[in-house]
């Protein structure tokens, strides 16, 4: 386990990332997203591995992407924020109804993070779809749901985030990760 390690996670359209931003320029080291950037980079070179074409392709990069992301970070002093984990894809694989790989699940229990992981709810006021946030508002409620379940199956302990300001929800994630 890396104590260190902190997972935001949560449905599309949440604020995670905004948050992570937010903390970024407080000082905190973080580590990105996957799923934007596989697939901008799926887009540019004509690419199947996308949310909307081979999904399981698409949730072996993004499991790549987590154990890199993993590796960096342990090596990262003071605390890290993750924009999600290696649970998130067993919640990804769940929610879109293709089984967990024996090899994604030892991934999940193996890569491990502080125990308390954050999560961000759907929140209407904020959501919104973009060119590759193509969730509606039902699948970014089941997508909390369901990575909300992953992490808790795997004995993390889930605390939701404030509807609030980004900087309120700093203050909120600084408050626990002891800066």
Known sequence: MC???FVVTGGPGAGKSTLIEA???RG???MPEAGR???RDQVAIGGSALPWGDRALYAELMLGWE????HEARAMAGPVVMDRGVPDIAGYLT???????????????RFRYNPT????????AIFAQDAERKQ??????????????????LGYDLVELPFASVEARADFVMERVGR
Do not use: M, N, Q
């Open 28 to 30: 905190v080291c973080r």
């Open 3 to 5: 104590d260190h390690l």
């Open 37 to 39: 950037a596989i697939i």
């Open 67 to 70: 154990l890199r992301s993993h």
């Open 117 to 124: 992981v954050f999560l961000a709810p759907y929140w209407e």
């Open 136 to 153: 509606d508002k039902t699948e970014a409620e089941a997508t909390c749901r369901t990575v909300a379940a992953a992490y808790a199956r």
């Open 95 to 109: 929610l879109i109804g293709l089984p967990v790989p024996a090899h994604v699940e030892a991934a999940a229990r």
């Open 23 to 25: 903390l970024s320029r």
